[in-house]
């Protein structure tokens, strides 16, 4: 069964630096594209980065100052965040999708996803 678990969430305070990590497993093959969302209380899931095996894709809100990766192994994929900000404030998800390489026009559609992981909190304070 396909399974994606993140780790790494945290407080932090602003101006300091997080790393989350969403390790894959159970996939028959490495999904077409992954990526990091983000959900706030009330509202819904947004997208942040995603990674394929041709390009990676920002939203402009964390451009510059968060980096998708992942490693060697293929099964885990993190998210370097520095210069964090309270209003990077949220739950951050892992998604993946079986089939179908991220673009810049859908990477941050939660609803191109099939898999998601169970999310990890991040508080930045002041």
């Known amino acids: 069964q396909e399974q994606l678990v993140e780790s790494g969430g945290g407080s932090v305070q602003a101006g300091r630096s997080l790393k989350l990590a969403c390790t894959a497993s159970?996939?028959?093959?490495?999904?077409?594209?992954m990526a990091w969302f983000r959900q706030v209380p009330g509202e819904g899931r947004n997208g942040v980065a995603s990674?394929?095996?041709?390009?990676?894709h920002y939203a402009k809100s964390v451009e510059g100052r968060f980096t998708i990766s992942l490693d060697n192994t293929e099964t885990t994929l993190t998210l370097q965040m520095n210069n964090l900000k309270s209003e990077d404030t949220a739950k951050y998800y892992c998604?993946?999708?079986?089939?179908?390489?991220?673009?810049?026009?859908?990477?941050?559609?939660?609803?191109?996803?099939?898999?998601w992981g169970q999310g990890t909190q991040v508080i930045v304070f002041s």
């Open positions: 159970g996939f028959r093959w490495k999904p077409d594209c």
């Open positions: 998604a993946a999708r079986q089939s179908g390489y991220c673009y810049s026009d859908d990477f941050d559609v939660a609803d191109r996803f099939d898999h």
């Open positions: 990674f394929d095996a041709w390009n990676t």
